[in-house]
């Protein structure tokens, strides 16, 4: 069982920062994509951005250039750094650790809220 915990989401006024980290137990990150996803009240989950274990990264075409995800393996732990936030970015983000190799297994964590606003 993996367990993933996030933190750092809260209030921000339009064109701050803030950057979301995920704690995950256990040394999953030769094995896991890890990836935030994000969801709007009344909207579908969808992906934000994704790190696999080999260094590669992608991002959903509305916030790159200013969201950046990376991954400290020593510490477990995958960050997204987002900056000039624009209200559309309100949403719950959820992290994702997908495992890459069979069994094929995916797991969430709780969520944490980002609201801009001014």
């Known amino acids: 069982q993996v367990r993933l915990v996030e933190s750092g989401g809260g209030l921000v006024q339009p064109g701050g920062s803030l950057r979301l980290s995920c704690a995950a137990s256990g040394s999953i990150f030769s094995n896991y994509a890890m990836g935030w996803y994000r969801q709007a009240p009344g909207k579908q989950r969808d992906l934000v951005a994704r790190?696999?274990?080999?260094?590669?990264?992608n991002y959903a075409s509305s916030v790159k250039g200013r969201f950046t995800i990376s991954r400290d393996s020593a510490k477990n732990t995958v960050y997204l750094q987002m900056n000039s936030l624009k209200p559309e970015d309100t949403a719950v983000y959820y992290c994702?650790?997908?495992?890459?190799?069979?069994?094929?297994?995916?797991?969430w964590g709780q969520g944490t809220q980002v609201t801009v606003s001014s």
């Open positions: 790190a696999t274990s080999d260094g590669s990264t």
């Open positions: 994702n650790a997908d495992r890459t190799v069979v069994p094929r297994l995916s797991y």
